[in-house]
């Protein structure tokens, strides 16, 4: 934990109660002085004779009034301390389960939360957002946790096919040089593409671009473009249809969400006569959005609310598919959308398949 050095100082508890205590005693000495104003200096300071027994002159009052006066400072002073102290002691309560709450935080435990009672006031609210704080900090944490073990796990699985198709190349003399090697090659194409994906979602994360205008229309012209071959080797109709929609941001990582949506609706589409339809508009509040809809089979909203989590696949891993994909490119999309301030909805089609909608601010000028 990194402390600042500072000079000692008095505690605030102490500060308080001296000023309890100082206001107090001015209030007293006010009390007197309006005493002294308006009532005593009216004495005559000479002997004063009557009718009646012996009446007190100035001087005579004076004397009896000022120890009683002091006497009444001091108590004052006295009552103010203790009081001051104890007062204060209450109020800073809270305080001290904030520090202590600030402490075990700063020193990694996230999962403590302050949890004051009571009514609503400067010091509960203060600790009501550091526990909000504490909440998202420990579901990131804990997020980036499971992303690291998921993707350790993701990139050791080519590692250990290759090291046991080496190690059964070695003990069989009479193994097929030519198949071994083809099948490292498809191996090793996943583990790059893999590593790809991962740079590319940490690239996303990093939020370091500098934002230009962008035409989604011509994004999705340009990713159509490069992905028909794959469409035609499947059997999937591509169809664009729109208008422009302006938004700004990095053309490169958009182009990337543009293409990696276009491209989960071709090779998770129907295996025959599947169709693809990419839409593109400027909404009425000045949005920019774009919604790609594919064929496909039937997907429970269930699965689909988990789609866009990295690593999470759909039906290839229960089919054990060998060319599955890696299972982040609906995580790069939603992480480029989130930096882009846009949002993200995926919802199943009633007769099968997906549609997806990305929405992004509209251009500053
Ligand atoms: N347009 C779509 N239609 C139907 N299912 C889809 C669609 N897009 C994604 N999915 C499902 O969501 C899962 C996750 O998609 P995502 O793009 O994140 O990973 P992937 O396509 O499996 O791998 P890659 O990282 O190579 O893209 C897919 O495995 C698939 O089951
Ligand atoms: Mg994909």
């Known amino acids: 934990m990194i402390r600042r050095a500072r000079a000692p100082g008095l505690s605030v508890r102490v500060k308080l109660a001296v000023s309890y205590a100082a206001f107090l005693m001015v209030a007293g000495a006010l009390l007197l002085a309006v005493v002294w104003v308006f009532l005593l200096r009216y004495v005559p300071t000479g002997?004063?004779?009557?009718?009646?027994?012996?009446?007190?002159?100035r001087g005579d009052l004076e004397r009896a009034f000022t120890p009683a006066a002091a006497w009444a400072l001091l108590f004052l002073l006295a009552f103010g301390l203790v009081g001051g102290w104890l007062l204060a002691g209450r109020m800073l309560a809270p305080l001290q389960r904030i520090t202590e709450a600030t402490r075990l935080a700063a020193s990694g435990s996230l999962s403590h939360r302050i949890d004051l009672a009571g009514r609503q006031d400067e010091f509960r609210e203060l600790a009501d957002s550091f526990d909000a704080m504490l909440e998202r900090l420990q579901a990131q944490v804990e997020e980036q946790q499971r992303f690291a073990a998921n993707a350790s796990h993701e990139l050791r699985t080519p590692l250990?096919?290759?090291?046991?198709?080496?190690?059964?190349?070695?003990?069989?003399?009479?193994?097929?040089?030519?198949?071994?090697?083809?099948?490292?090659?498809?191996v090793n194409a996943r583990a790059i593409s893999l590593t790809?994906?991962?740079l590319v979602l940490s690239r996303?994360?990093?939020?370091?671009f500098t934002a230009e205008e962008v035409d989604l229309s011509l994004l999705a012209e340009e990713a159509t473009e490069t992905l028909l071959p794959l469409a035609e080797a499947r059997g999937v109709e591509l169809q664009t249809?729109?208008?422009v929609a302006r938004t700004a941001g990095s053309p490169t990582l958009l182009l990337q969400l543009v293409t990696n949506l276009v491209h989960n609706a071709i090779v998770h589409n129907l295996p025959t006569g599947g169709a693809v339809l990419i839409t593109t508009e400027q909404t009425p509040r000045g949005t920019a959005a774009l919604t790609v809809d594919n064929t496909g089979g039937p997907m429970s909203p269930e699965l689909v609310a988990t789609l866009a989590e990295p690593f999470q696949r759909g039906s290839e891993r229960a089919r054990g598919d060998d060319h599955a994909g890696?299972?982040?490119g609906l995580a790069i999309v939603k992480t480029i959308a989130e930096t882009h301030a846009g949002t993200i909805a995926i919802r199943p089609r009633a007769g099968g398949g997906l549609h997806v909608r990305v929405e992004l601010p509209a251009p500053q000028r």
Do not use: C, K, W, Y
């Open 204 to 208: 996303a994360e990093q939020r370091s």
């Open 241 to 243: 249809s729109g208008s």
């Open 160 to 186: 250990a096919i290759t090291q046991t198709m080496l190690d059964v190349a070695r003990n069989d003399p009479g193994h097929d040089t030519r198949a071994l090697i083809e099948r490292l090659r498809i």
């Open 196 to 198: 790809e994906a991962l």
């Open 326 to 328: 890696v299972g982040l």
């Open 47 to 57: 002997a004063i004779t009557g009718p009646g027994p012996f009446i007190p002159n």
